[in-house]
């Protein structure tokens, strides 16, 4: 049984997107009213290990062929995946296993934070989804 990933799901940007998911539903900074997701249960801009990296990294072991056929690994998922406090150490150990590009959709939010700067200096590529509701 998959906890962590799923798919891979057709994007019309990222081909057969292989999505992971790190945060619990609606866990974000934000509460926008149009998220698609329901209204944000639990704000917080706090980074945590929510879900434990030794069992992510082991379900990713257990699906090698699905990350290999997969056109990229999409970290996203149900609440904002910057909030993962071993996010880095996730990128560094999927770049072990697969040349398949990474990608964080992320709101951004985080950015700015120093401890940011590692992870996104080693990822294939990143999205923002930009919020305009200023
Ligand atoms: S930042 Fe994204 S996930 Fe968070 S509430 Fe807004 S639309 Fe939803």
């Known amino acids: 049984m998959k906890r962590f990933i799923y798919g ?8 057969r ?9 609606k866990t974000c900074p934000y509460d926008c009213i149009y998220c698609h997701l329901g209204r944000t249960t639990t704000k917080t801009m706090q980074k945590q290990e929510y879900v434990p990296f030794s069992e992510v ?11 290999d056929s997969s056109d990229y690994i999409t970290i996203a ?11 880095g150490d996730l990128i560094t150990s999927i770049k072990e296993k697969t040349h398949t590009p990474i990608a964080v959709i992320t709101n951004g939010s985080l950015h700015l934070m120093l401890a940011m700067q590692c992870c ?3 990822l294939t590529d990143r999205f923002l989804i930009l919020h305009l509701n200023t």
């Open 77 to 87: 998922g149900s609440g904002e995946p910057t909030l993962y406090s071993r996010l």
């Open 57 to 67: 990294v082991n379900e990713l072991d257990q699906n090698l062929d699905i990350l």
């Open 120 to 122: 996104f200096s080693i």
């Open 8 to 15: 891979p799901v057709p994007s019309r940007r990222l081909g």
């Open 17 to 25: 997107s292989l999505g992971i998911d790190l945060i619990p539903h």
